[in-house]
Structures are given as C-alpha cells and as structure tokens.
C-alpha cells in the first residue's frame, strides 16, 4: 500500500471520533442519538480528505502518518470543546478551517522550503515583532499579569508568540546551518566546559537574547521556555556538543532565579507551584486557585474517567477549561487512561517529527525539523506540566486541542513544513 493510501486510510479514526463524540453529547444532554453527529462526521472527513488531495498530488512521499495523527488531535479538541461550550466549537471549527487552508498554502508556496535560508534576517526581524506587538497600545491586552494576544477584526484574539516560534526556528536553523563548523572548531574550553567564538555567536545570541528580552517584556513565560528549548535543541543538533548546551541550561537557570526573586508575576506564579493548596494564595487573585482547581479534576477523573456521558465536571470545576486547563478536563472525563492516549498521540507526533530530521539529506531540513519538532514538544510539556504540578503553570495551550484560532493555525504550518522535509528526505534519488 501506497503511503498516500496509508494517509487516507487512517484519517478514517479521526472522522468516527468526531461522529462517536458528538453522538455521545448529544446522548447524554438529549437523551436521544441525533443525525447531526453523523454530518459533523462527515463534513470532518469532506475537510481531511481535500486535504489529502492537496498532500497526494504535491507532497507524495511525505510521511503518511503525521497528519491523520494530528487530525484526531483536533477531532478530539472539537468534541471536547463543543462538550465545554457548543458556541466555542463553532469558532474553533472555523479555525480548523482556516488552519487547513493555511496548511495547503503553505505546502504549494513554499515547495522548495529551502529558500526560505535566503531571508533568514528578514524572517527573524518579522519574528521579534511579532513577539512585541502584544505591548503596542490600542492593539494588545493583558490577560492574568501577561500580554499574549492582539485584537484582529472579526477574528477577536490573535497570540503572535505562536507564530513567532515558527519564525525563529527558521532563523536559528539557517545561521547554524553557516556556522556550526565554525562554532565546532573555533570553541575554547574553560573550567572543563567548551564555549563556542563569540564571533560567529554573537549575531545568534543577540537574536536569542532579543525575544528573551521581548518575552520578559510580555510577561509569556511559556512561550520562553518553548523559545529556549527550542534554541538549545537546534544549537545541540548542529554542533554536537552537550557542553554549549550545559552552559545555556546554567544561563537559564540564573535567568529563572533572577526572574523567580525579582519579578513579581513570576514570583507569583511560583509560590503558586509550591504552595497551590495555601489558604492565603488560593483566595488570592491571580493565585493558585486555577492550579489547585486543576488538580481536584484530574484526581476526581482516576483511572477511567467521569465517562463521556456523565454531566461535564471539568466545566463546574475549572476556570476556561477550553483552554489553558482542558488537559485537566480531559483527565476528569476520561481518566488517566483516556490522558495517557492523548499523550501517546503527542509522543508519536514528535517520533515522527524527529525520523523525518534523521531521514534529512541537508543540514538545513535536518535542524528545521529538529527545531519544529522540539517546539511542539516543548508546547505540549509546558502546558501538561504546567496543570499536573510539575512545573509552575503558564499560559501555553494544548496543541490541536485548545481552543484557540493561533494556535491551532501556527500549528498546522509548522505541520506542513515538517511534512514539505519529510516529502523531500523520503524521495527517491532519482527524483
């Protein structure tokens, strides 16, 4: 069987979650099974499968996995989302919508992704800006002690940290791509750590430390930590040195004590981690309520869940389920059973992501999807363990899942160019 067939074959699960969640709903707000569930099926399959027509016909050797996968990701985050808030799926599908438009453009405009190392500056300019238009008057907000997101025109809320992370990865595998034999051969050790030139260093650092300092401006520390890990897996890749990563975790480490004592909303946020059940922080605004009400979910959940058609639990628990805590939701309804399969789901994303940087025949294609694919798990991390207590909460979304046009939209273009890589690794010679 073809790997264009393969596709088409397994993005049959997703369109019968999304026809078995609806039916499930509607079973149990109704008490009856409605016909609705199987259009919304249907219609979920007409999408996935012009999209598949796109992929079929301009990206045939691409791996055939990475995108039925992510398509029961979002068949998922409907379903939830339209059990949270029906009027919110409506918003999220038409997010979808958009999300594969920009999916198939992407693909057809930038086949030969390789020429994007030619505007490798411009990208990183267009990157930077992005991350501080949030602080510009009149077009960004404030939202729980950060500036996240912008107002777009009948869109509403726009995040473009989410497009910016795509931007920078750009950057940073293009530069290294020049420079990592240079960074290689040049490095001096002291104290027993090797420290690249500070030459070739110096114009990736000043990127590097410029969207640290725009980030810390905006108050998004999830975004940072993706930004960063992003940055130390890509630097790792290129130069094969464990040591320059050692010394950027030491960075990050003073960076975080620094910001940990220093910063009042990042002081807040930790005291919130260590202490979620605190009287004093848990009535306090913009305290541990959201991590304490987080935690009382997913330990109602268990193993097997509140089940689909129970009364939505996560809805009365917890504030904006739909986004920043609907891992928790999903662990209320479905257990830690029906958790550990999304996550299984995520794993294979990023399994898939990190064999299409190994099948790679250029450096470039190799650190662009390592970055890609070091982001999106980074994402997935920050978040989960951001509502499972195993680092302070930020306020990251669930890739594919959340509720969130930006997200989703930015996701599904980092998608495409994983794919426009693993279409060109998996070619044959020939061609």
Known sequence: MSARNRELLALVPASLLVTAGFAAVFIQRQAALSNVSLTYGAMFLGLCFLTHIVLRFTLPHADPYLFPLVALLASFGIVMIYRIKPSLAGHQALWFVLGLALFALTIVVFRDYRRLERYRYTIAVIGLLLLVMPRVPGLGAQTNGAYLGIRIPVLGAFQPAEVAKIAIVI????????????????????????????????????????????????????????????????????????????????????????????????????????????????????????????????????????????????????????????????????????????????LLIVERGFR????????????????????????????????????????????????????????????ALLLLVSDRARRPVSE
């Open 171 to 346: 950057f940073l595998a293009s530069y290294l791509r020049d420079t990592r034999q240079v960074l290689v051969l040049g490095a001096r050790r002291f104290l027993g750590l090797t420290f690249p030139p500070l030459k070739q260093l110096g114009p990736l650092l000043a990127v590097w430390g410029a969207s640290m300092l725009l980030l810390l401006v905006i108050r998004d520390l999830g975004s940072s930590l993706m930004f960063f890990g992003g940055f130390l897996a890509v630097l790792y890749v290129a130069t094969n040195r464990a040591s320059f990563v050692a010394v950027g975790v030491g960075l990050f480490a003073a960076g975080a004590w620094f910001l940990g004592t220093h910063t009042p909303h990042v002081q807040d946020r930790v005291q919130a981690w260590l202490h979620p059940f605190k009287p004093a922080l848990y009535d306090k605004v913009g305290g541990s309520y959201q991590l304490a009400q987080s935690l009382f979910a997913q330990g109602d959940g268990g193993l097997f869940g509140q089940a689909i058609l129970n009364l939505p639990h996560g809805q009365s628990l917890l504030p904006a389920p739909q986004t920043d805590l609907i891992y928790s939701v999903i662990t209320d309804e479905l257990g830690l059973f029906g958790a550990c399969a999304v996550l299984l789901i995520f």
């Open 356 to 415: 299409t940087a190994l099948l790679a025949r250029d450096s470039f294609s190799t650190l662009l999807a390592t970055g890609l694919t070091s982001v999106l798990a980074l994402q997935v991390f920050v978040i989960v363990g951001g509502v499972t207590k195993v680092i302070p909460l930020t306020g990251v979304t669930l890739p594919f899942i959340s509720y969130g046009g930006s997200s989703l939209v930015a996701n599904f273009v980092l998608l």
